[in-house]
């Protein structure tokens, strides 16, 4: 079975820096990995998605995130954070092109 | 708006009562999802259909869950005689069937369930 594990609960990070929020999968085969976001009271939002190609992957509101087959990793990166980038961010993967299997969310806190 | 749509949005009900939910999906997207999302965790998958067939379904899905999709648009999730332990925010989702490759899910705003 799959799984996907986001060992930071909360990341804090001052605007304007570099932020990562960090991923690690478990699936047998090749995996198709997401990242959504969640604001409070609005449902999930697709960032950006690896199927297959170049391991960098860029996705909406300038995030980006680098696929890494030996480490089984999908950490999600974003150069330069802002104020309403302040959301709770999740981890998914498929192996099968069906249902995803989520992570249990990290909530990244960025300070003005 | 033509995201996905969910109704209602906040659904508190007695214990033992059957509730259903509603969602209906972007139009022409053909994968039709439902998960569940408690407190501090991430969503975990109930069931989903391809158009009306209803294709797989989780081991969470106990028998008091029915889940339907009459004509390939518009699912309802029904959930019979409600315990504390349904309480959560039901989520649906859609996708277009992708061919060879795997389409992104579109995700509707959820109807939060509460069961006293």
Same mark, same amino acid.
């Given at each position: 079975?799959?799984? @996907? ?15 990562? @929020? ?91 | ?116």
């Amino acid at each position: 079975a799959q799984s @996907v594990a986001q060992p930071e609960d909360q990341v804090n990070v001052a605007e304007g820096n570099p932020l990562t @929020v960090k991923c690690t999968y478990s699936v047998s085969g090749n995996p198709y990995l997401f990242w959504y976001v969640q604001y409070p009271n609005r449902g999930l939002q697709f960032l950006l998605k690896y199927i297959t190609g170049d391991n960098l992957v860029k996705g909406s509101y300038g995030f980006e995130a680098e696929f890494n087959k030996s480490q089984t990793s999908f950490h999600l990166k974003k150069p330069s954070a802002l104020v309403s980038d302040s959301a709770l961010y999740f981890c998914a993967v498929t192996p099968l092109r069906r249902a995803l299997t989520f992570g249990s969310g990290t909530r990244l806190q960025v300070q003005p | 708006d033509t995201g996905v749509s969910q109704n209602p949005r906040h659904k508190i009900t007695k214990r033992g009562q059957n509730v259903t939910f509603r969602c209906d999906p972007i139009s022409e997207h053909n994968r039709l999802y439902w998960y569940r999302q408690t407190l501090g965790q991430g969503p975990e998958f109930l069931t989903y259909f391809q158009n009306e067939a209803q294709l797989e379904k989780s081991r969470l899905l106990s028998d008091r869950f029915s889940a339907e999709r009459p004509k390939g648009s518009f699912s309802t999730l029904e959930i019979q005689r409600t315990e504390q332990g349904d309480s959560a925010m039901y989520l649906c989702a859609s996708s277009p069937l992708s061919q060879g490759g795997f389409s992104e899910q579109y995700f509707g705003p959820g109807t939060r369930l509460t069961v006293t």
